[in-house]
């Protein structure tokens, strides 16, 4: 399939007055118009998309849904096509749902893991419009998405691997500890990976989300601001061995970490696989736990 990556990310949370205040004013994002089928969510944006990031009013912390984009129409239709060979039970996006996405064509369904994803394609767009919350130099976005998340799953099963490898196309990426993938879109050869998965026995959730910023000050600037707010942190400031990124950990209002991101020298395009013997060349401290609040309990976690 031809994926560029991911397009957009929609969350659910009780703590929208928070993130109306945390987005803009910790990590650069601006602030998007909602539209007038949603108007009680926050819409944020990180480039001159209409958005990248949505918080929807609910009761716990989760993600809604993640948006794939496909190249165009072509690749669209025939992503959905594979999708409906294999049998993967597919919802078409009626007009409403498309006007709010802000694109022309998605489908929804959901991975093995039990996460619901959307396929789109056309993004609304308006050049030169983006607006950071804070002076930002702004986020790197483009041709490789808004950025990656990391999900836990209770299960991690080869199906899981099969669907994103073998139907959706993804390339593989060893990385991290414990039983885990790193899955990257066809189209995206400028980062490791676009989602992963962990596995926690009897857990769900999201463990983490980043984003690129642009410059090297940028990077810094949000952590100062992060540590003179005391907000809580995950990881110090450091460098991952397998990835030439510097970046920091810490936990958002949503109670996910928010690795902000920036890349040293290009991405090697995986003309080979690192099999680092640890995870960091410098920095990472841990001074948080691995999963925040936002990584529950099955019983827990909205079954919708």
Known sequence: MDIIGIGYMGFESPNLEA?????????????GNAPLGDPD??????????????FHPGPVDRIAYIGWEARGRQAF??????????????????????EIRGVRELVSFRCPAGYRHELFYAQKWTPRSFVPGRPHGGFVTDERGVGHIVLITPDYGPELEAFFIDLMGFHWYGAGKGRTGFFRAKLNDKTSHDIAFGHAPGMKGVQHIGLFVKSLCDLGETYDIVRKRELPM?????????????????????????????????????????????LSIWG????????????????QYPNN
């Open 234 to 278: 995950q990881m110090t400031l450091g460098q991952h061995s397998q990835d030439p990124h510097v970046s920091f950990y810490h936990f958002s209002p949503s109670g996910f970490a928010v690795e902000c991101i920036h890349e040293l020298e290009p991405w090697h395009h995986d003309g080979f696989e690192l099999n680092p013997e640890q």
């Open 19 to 31: 993130w109306r205040e945390y987005a803009p004013q910790v990590l650069g994002l601006g602030q």
């Open 41 to 54: 969510s926050l819409y944020l944006r990180s480039d001159d998309r209409r958005h990248r990031i949505t």
């Open 77 to 98: 239709d025939a992503a959905v096509a594979r999708f409906r060979d294999a049998g993967v039970v597919l919802e078409v996006g009626d007009a409403a749902r498309c």
């Open 284 to 299: 990472h401290e841990r001074v948080g736990p691995i999963l925040g609040p936002s990584v529950m309990p099955l019983e």
